[in-house]
């Protein structure tokens, strides 16, 4: 690829931008930190990182609530990682979970986001194994791209709850731990789609996603 993808990264306040950012670099891209919605409808794609608790998430969000709505009804693809795919989804037990009652997610995907039950350690940190269920252009590549499938392989994993899209179909690639869950989710369009991974922190198979991600936009 000649050109560079431009690629916008959300700063609404929670997200580790600046390993996100290298790693997009690494994979060809041509990256804005932005907190200025405005810039959302340049881009060649959109990316929402998140690490933390989904209330504090949503209400830091809320502002980029309409533009975010707009890329998503667009045909830029928006990348949520981790917290940031947890977003993408309705609604989450963590705020009721705090006792802080109902908060909206962003609902491209509809769904709630649970925690893990049974005897397992939360939060779930460690390397997992992708298993790719349907073909997505994040997890099995672009015709053409220099990326690729990542079935079989590993990435970093670090969070206490986890997607149940309301439609299986939603579940791009699963993984287990104690139970099996969504490890890579996009919407209908396939336009929207979020990792609760980290790419940026997954080696080789975070690369190899993330370059699907830039040849994709």
């Known amino acids: ?69 707009d890329v998503a009804a667009s ?39 649970v925690r893990f039950r049974g005897d397992q350690k939360v939060p779930h940190m460690g390397w997992n194994e992708l298993n790719v269920v349907r073909e997505h252009p994040l997890v ?18 670090v969070h206490s709850y986890y997607a149940e899209p309301a439609d299986d179909h939603a579940i791009v690639a699963d993984t287990e731990y104690g139970v099996t869950f969504p490890a890579v989710v996009a919407n209908d369009d396939g336009t929207v789609f979020g990792t609760q991974f980290h790419p940026e922190k997954s080696g080789e198979t975070g690369l190899t996603i993330l370059k699907n991600f830039v040849d994709l936009c």
């Open 75 to 113: 045909d830029t693809p928006l990348f949520g990682i981790c917290l940031g795919m947890q977003m993408l989804l309705a609604e989450s037990e963590e705020a009721e979970h705090a006792g802080q009652g109902a908060v909206e997610g962003l609902g491209f995907v509809p769904g709630t986001n």
């Open 140 to 157: 099995t590549g672009v015709d053409g791209g220099r990326g690729g499938s990542v079935d079989g392989e590993h990435a970093y994993f």
């Open 1 to 69: 690829m000649d050109t560079h993808a431009d690629v916008v990264v959300v700063d609404y306040g929670l997200g580790n931008l600046r390993s996100v950012t290298r790693g997009l670099e690494r994979a060809g891209a041509s990256v804005t930190i932005t907190d200025d919605p405005d810039r959302f409808d340049d881009a060649d794609g959109v990316v929402l990182p998140g690490v933390g608790a989904f209330r504090e998430g949503m209400e830091n969000a809320d502002p980029y609530r309409d533009a975010l709505e």
